[in-house]
């Protein structure tokens, strides 16, 4: 990773204090070295330092790795007595109840049953699903961000390298993006209101296999090339097979 940050001046995510003592880890605390090296050679964007691009990416990252690893009552960047989430037509699901099922489960609701069927998961069983799929990790990074707080309307990008296992089907190393629009109401920089858009359909299809990774590259926003692909320099090179949080 030095050579990433000192060959194209990356930074690693900032996700917040990992080492407060008084954090209660649902499961120990995360490891994100493969997740961040994941991000930095498939990145798109390198925004500047400080800029609200890098912010909002950040404040997200964190989120979510509160979302996953701590427990509701000690995420710190949300508004408690008014966070609540919704995904594309779904109506707006209450902040603690949108933690107790899991990211996943929320953001994938509007899915058809038959590709991921919210109802048969739970916390535990989605996350493990994904973490079979991408061993690499499923980072995330923001492409553009169109207005600054208190209503933050942003782009974003999540891909991965599907060198695991999706329900019962083998990836073969391909990658696979998802693209879409976020909204956030921030008081304070505290989340109080998150909203997403995307299409989920076609990424769970290429998961089960039913439809080609190449037909990804027509939908949503994303745009332009990884910024280290000019390198040819191999993903497997950088990333050792162990296990990872998995997460953005």
Known sequence: MDQLKSGWGFSEPDRGDLDNPNIRWRAGKPDYTVTNLAYMLGKTKNHVAGSLEVTVENLIKTWEMEATHVPFDQW?????NKYRVKANHMDWMEGEKAAGIGNYNWLLASCPKNLFNVEEETFESS?????????HGFPFEVLEVYSGPPKVAFTWRHWATFAGEYKGNKGR??????????????EDMKICDLEIYYDPTYFI?????????????????????PIVLSTGCPFGEFVETSETDNKS
């Open 76 to 80: 710190t960047t949300i508004n408690h």
């Open 173 to 186: 190393g391909e990658v696979v993006e998802l693209t879409g629009f976020g909204l956030a109401t921030l």
């Open 127 to 135: 996350h493990k699903v994904f973490l079979s799929a991408f061993p």
């Open 205 to 225: 299809q290429v998961l089960s296999g039913v439809t080609d990774p190449g037909d990804l590259k027509t939908t949503g926003a994303a745009h332009g090339d």
